[in-house]
């Protein structure tokens, strides 16, 4: 669906993002002329379809939603949905997290709890009755395998802290959205942020912000063969796949693991049941644009199942060394500058994007540039992943 017919019936404005020359990202968008505290049924199939086809959209000018308003919406994206974050209850979250829970502080906002509190420093006297908190479990780089020097960091020299979509891979399926409200966050000096990885990669950026890179553009920058591969395969999750990984440590450039044999023994996580570990194709299909993205959440990722043709027999990989080799070789080539958005966002601003067709990471920043506050809410999905052939078992 093209942007001009999605501008047919809103009543709202879309408008792409502008990109240098140099920029070969080929997403995003921003929203004018809506209020989200009031807007109607219509509209918000509108801006669904507005994500879908733009990815990754920043609605403009939201400085004063109510925060359960933010909750009615992702509910409203997806009515046929459990009621809840896709991550659970914060009982949940904070009891089978694992890495999620314990790499940061989360809080939920008091009387919209699915509404999540994430930011860095001291939140105020009274934001929306949280009472002089100060977050003091911001983002660390401790998650990196390779020590970043806290002299680096402390002069504006990071990372991008962990890329991934918002998916809990275990019970229940992907937020088929997430939106992430800027309440407040510091604008200058630009954070460095560096790759470590050997490849000399770097990039400036505003501090507080939020990175994104296609699965879309890394689909189509396989192979042929490659395209082939992934369009029949699939894969399966760990159980309780972020208490799995919760000893593992992290890449340097944020995106998989470091393979160190940390990943917990199975009888190690808990009960689990079966039928709640998920098994997704390689590839899913955007529903409105019909296009195909390579989304594999790699650091997740117990087996995969690989073949080139339905009626083929697939290889099972288990080793978890092979796995993260295959897919680090296909993710990583979109993994560079010009591919990464990372829109600036006013206070009041509400950043939302398809999380079927895009990777996402935090970049932290200096605790001295002061004080981040953002309000995150997704819901999960009434429907899992389409991928474009079925997988065999799988209803």
Known sequence: MSPSALNAEASFTITPMTKSPKEKHDYGASVTGLDLNDISDADVRHLADAIWTHKVIVVKGQKDLAPIKQWELVTRFDPRSPQVHSHGDM????????????????????????????????QG???????NMTITKPLSHDWHGKELPEEEFNAGNVRFQRWHMDAPLYARDPAWFTTLRCIKRPTK???????????GLSMKAEPGLTAFISSIQM???MTGDEKNMADHSWVEYAPHPYMWIGDCKGNSNGLGLVSQGKEKKLGDLGDFE??????????????VTGEKAFQVHGICARKLFLRSSPSEEPRIVEDVVEI???LKGIQERVLKPE??????LEEGDIVMWANYQMFHTAIDYPASYGPRTMHQANIASSAPPVGPNPIPGIA
């Open 91 to 122: 009982k949940t979250f904070n009891s089978k997290g694992g890495l999620l829970s314990k790499s940061r502080e989360v809080v939920g906002i008091p009387g919209a709890e699915n509404v999540r509190l994430i930011g860095k420093g001291f």
């Open 125 to 131: 006297e009274d934001h929306y009755g949280i009472k």
């Open 189 to 199: 000096p630009d954070v460095n942020i560096r790759w470590d990885d050997g490849s």
């Open 219 to 221: 689909y189509e920058m």
């Open 274 to 287: 079966q039928k709640d570990v998920k098994t997704y194709p390689m590839v899913w299909v955007n529903p």
């Open 324 to 326: 993260r080799e295959l």
């Open 339 to 344: 591919y990464i958005l990372i829109p600036s």
